[in-house]
């Protein structure tokens, strides 16, 4: 069965870098095929892509964000790790992570429950 | 970038079918996912590659894509039904994962 969950804080201040973990099971992010990647959503707006990373470390990021956002992975944790610098109170957000296996276009298949976040001073 | 556009909101009776479309160019040659997402919750797989249902998704839910056009359909719609519903591809050229916009399918 597999789980993710997210973690990190709930409050931070605009300029502040924010740092969330993706905690999962039932899976490896070292079988090949499998990824990790990051969504998130604003109150009441659309799904918003952020960062994939994959069995073999390969990474992609959103391009509007992309100078912002370092994913990485800690395969004997079974966690992926999304930093965020610069934060501002448009990044106000849900963050999701989910799983994905197969190729470029595969599904996001298995998502974590989420955590919002508030930016504000 | 690859835009995917999604009506805002769709209205069904119960029992009736409901048609949500995702446009984008050429849609027809990349392979769309669907999820639901109700209030509250994260979003949930419903079709994946244009029409295969992951296990535990009813029957009702079926999807179709072709040109510029994917659609998913929910065949006699059930009150449980009403959420909001977002298309997902690959852009191939920018390696990048694109959302649609969403759409809100309210049961009357």
């Known amino acids: 069965q597999i789980t993710l969950k997210e973690s990190g804080p709930t409050l931070v201040k605009p300029t502040q870098t924010l740092t969330l973990a993706c905690t999962f099971s039932?899976?490896?992010?070292?079988?090949?095929?499998?990824?990790v990647g990051w969504i998130r959503q604003p109150p009441g707006k659309a799904l918003e892509w952020l960062a994939l990373?994959?069995?073999?470390?390969?990474?992609r990021y959103s391009p509007s964000l992309k100078s912002r956002l370092t994913i990485t992975k800690d395969t004997s944790k079974n966690q992926v790790v999304l930093t965020m610098t610069n934060m501002d109170p448009v990044d106000t957000a849900t963050y999701y992570c989910?799983?994905?296996?197969?190729?470029?276009?595969?599904?996001?298949?298995?998502w974590g429950q989420g955590t919002l976040l508030t930016v504000s001073s | 970038s690859y835009v995917l556009t999604q009506p805002p909101s769709v209205s069904v009776a119960p029992g009736k079918t409901a048609r949500i479309t995702c446009g984008g160019n050429n849609i027809g040659s990349k392979s769309v996912h669907w999820y639901q997402q109700k209030p509250g919750q994260a979003p949930v797989l419903v079709i994946y590659y244009d029409r295969d249902r992951p296990s535990g998704i009813p029957e009702r839910f079926s999807g179709s894509n072709s040109e510029n056009t994917a659609t998913l359909i929910i065949s006699r719609v059930e009150d449980g039904d009403e959420a909001d519903y977002y298309c997902q591809v690959w852009d191939n050229n920018n390696d990048h994962v694109i959302f649609g916009g969403g759409t809100k399918l309210t049961v009357l």
């Open positions: 989910a799983h994905r296996r197969g190729g470029f276009d595969s599904p996001l298949d298995y």
């Open positions: 990373i994959y069995w073999d470390d390969d990474k």
């Open positions: 039932g899976f490896s992010l070292s079988t090949s095929g499998v990824g």
